[in-house]
């Protein structure tokens, strides 16, 4: 556990700011950037932490080219069912190869026993930042880019593996080498091979997927005997282009049980899209429907049969400058140079010619003008006119009589001597100060630095915490062994935080059974000490009798 650098006070190592005065935390990285990873990539972003390890963009510096790979942190290393999940991702993706999924490139261990993953680099956007920057997808763009997921996701199922964690920021749009806009799937993280899988790595599996797109099988509602298959994967893409054609989200809450709650029960709205027809509308929330069905056995069965059903629509196909301009408000790399081309550049006007008629150019730029005419050179008789004038007054001896009689020079001169020797020591003082205030800064800056290298550090005699109550609980509070309070900045199950050395007490409130859990546990540095509780069958059964 860190202290904070403003206020001085403990706060967990999770926060992203101090509790008692909101100083931002600074977050600890396994690697910086600039440093080179295994002799051979060039760490060049974070991009963010994944259920078990941190996610980062690279440069091969022998092959030129930018990937992703991601690394598995060490306290979860030592963890036997971590590292199967870990390994269990390599091994899936190995099998995957296909336009619509990323690539896995290669997977290998560390010198200091790290596992690691090299991942294909996608320079696109996914769908969560298109919808927020672009609005809802018209219906065409929806279902073009949607039936591109549906092979991909109709590949994965073919090779027996389950994706269980669909949503719009696991569908990644692009511009492929052709200039097309294009859809992959990627974060096998949590991905599941069908029958290989031992129960025990996935008994937390309803949450290692996100609650927003979670089947209502992930949440539980499954017959006694009975495994979760690629149709859970059919309700989360169903949710996903609801999304994308209505800018909204089809389930929310703002507690994990009330998502529980409405992936069993609730069914959303239809949607009422105003580029469509009556009839037109009415086929396409069927089809949607369909594969947002509560039981599994109603829903659309395959990808393959869902993106026939979509292709069926009388949905006219969108033309290249649609999908175009419907994505212009986000900034794709490729599009930046062409953005800057086609912008207007403002030209100084040239001098105006004979040739050149003068009301043109008045017209374009009437502000700038008059100054346009003091700069322009005058007609070349006007130029021998001053000539003339100029070489007749300088014939003219008065005027230079008239400064000699009043003799000032040496006056003139001895008073900007005087500045100049004034200026020259008060320079040289200012410059004698800068140098003390610089050192000061440096030797402040040095400390800063040394501050902050031992902040991002892991504390020694750190140990972490992964606790989960099914369906979900409440932590109503967390003490060491010398009944202090722990600060948490969440409360609610499933939870992962780092905590000190030492033995702990939690209470915890169970819901929907409002059943009050007390627990006692010791944390070990370096070690991850976890504790999970399921929910008895019943609190499942009580939800389920309301709708099958």
């Known amino acids: 556990m860190a202290s904070c650098k403003g206020c001085g006070n403990l706060i967990p190592s999770g926060a992203k700011s101090c509790p008692f005065c909101g100083m931002e935390v600074v977050s600890s990285h396994m690697f910086q950037i600039g440093e080179i990873f295994d002799e051979k990539y060039e760490i060049l972003n974070f991009l963010g932490a994944g259920g078990m390890g941190e996610i980062y963009k690279v440069r091969h510096i022998h092959l030129e080219d930018t990937r992703v790979i991601k690394v598995m942190r060490q306290a979860f290393a030592q963890e036997e069912q971590d590292l199967k999940r870990f390994l269990l991702e390599a091994k899936i993706a ?69 994706h269980r964690d669909i949503s719009p920021e696991n569908l990644m749009i692009y511009k492929d080498q052709l200039g097309e806009f294009k859809l992959k799937i990627i974060d096998l993280g949590i991905a599941k091979t069908t029958g290989i899988v031992d129960q025990h790595l996935t008994q937390t599996g309803m949450f290692l997927g996100k609650l927003k797109y979670c089947s209502p099988e992930q949440v539980g509602a499954l017959e006694e005997g009975e495994k979760i298959d690629g149709r859970t994967d059919i309700y989360s893409i169903g949710l996903v282009l609801y999304e994308m054609l209505s800018g909204k989200s089809a389930i929310f809450s703002t507690t994990p049980y009330g998502y529980i709650h409405k992936h069993i029960t609730q069914t959303p709205d239809p949607l009422k899209l105003k580029e469509l027809d009556e009839e037109v509308n009415k086929k396409l929330n069927d089809v949607i429907f369909k594969a947002l069905e509560k039981n599994r056995k109603n829903r659309i069965q395959t990808a393959e049969q869902f993106k026939e059903e979509l292709l069926f629509l009388p949905i006219k196909d969108p033309e290249p400058e649609e999908i175009v301009k419907y994505l212009k408000p986000v900034i794709f790399p490729e599009e930046k140079k062409e953005d800057v081309e086609e912008r207007p550049t403002i030209i100084t006007p040239p001098i105006p010619s004979k ?15 008059k100054e346009t005419i003091y700069t322009t050179p005058p007609p070349q008789k006007t130029i021998e006119k001053e000539k003339t004038k100029t070489i007749i007054e300088k014939k003219e001896p008065v005027p230079i009589k008239r400064e000699k009689k009043l003799n000032i020079k040496p006056i003139i001169f001895g008073s900007i001597f005087v500045i100049f020797f004034l200026l020259l020591i008060f320079g040289f003082l200012k410059i004698m100060g800068f140098k003390k205030a610089e050192k000061k800064l440096e030797e402040t800056s040095k400390i800063e630095k040394m501050e902050e290298k031992k902040e991002i550090l892991p504390v020694e005699g750190e140990g972490f915490l992964k606790i989960h109550l099914l369906p979900y609980g409440k932590i109503k509070s967390l003490t060491n062994n010398k009944g202090e309070n722990i600060y948490l900045r969440e409360n609610i199950t499933p939870l992962f935080i780092s905590l000190p050395k030492g033995e702990y007490k939690a209470v915890i409130e169970v819901e929907p059974m409002n059943k009050i859990v007390k627990l006692d546990f010791k944390i070990e540095p370096n070690k991850v000490t976890e504790i999970i509780k399921p929910a008895p069958r019943e609190t499942y059964e009580k939800i389920l009798d309301n709708l099958f």
Do not use: R
Not at 355 to 369: D, G, H, R, S
């Open 94 to 162: 190995t099998k995957l190869h296909h336009p619509n999924v990323a690539i896995l490139y290669d997977f290998s261990q560390y010198k200091t026993g790290l596992f690691y993953m090299v991942w294909e680099y996608i320079p696109g956007f996914d769908i969560s930042v298109v919808l927020k920057k672009c609005g809802k997808m018209p219906p065409g763009i929806a279902i073009y880019f949607m039936s591109q997921a549906l092979d991909g996701l109709g590949f994965i199922h073919k090779n027996g593996i389950i």
């Open 355 to 369: 040739k050149v008629k003068f009301e043109k150019e008045e017209t374009i730029l009437e502000p700038e003008q």
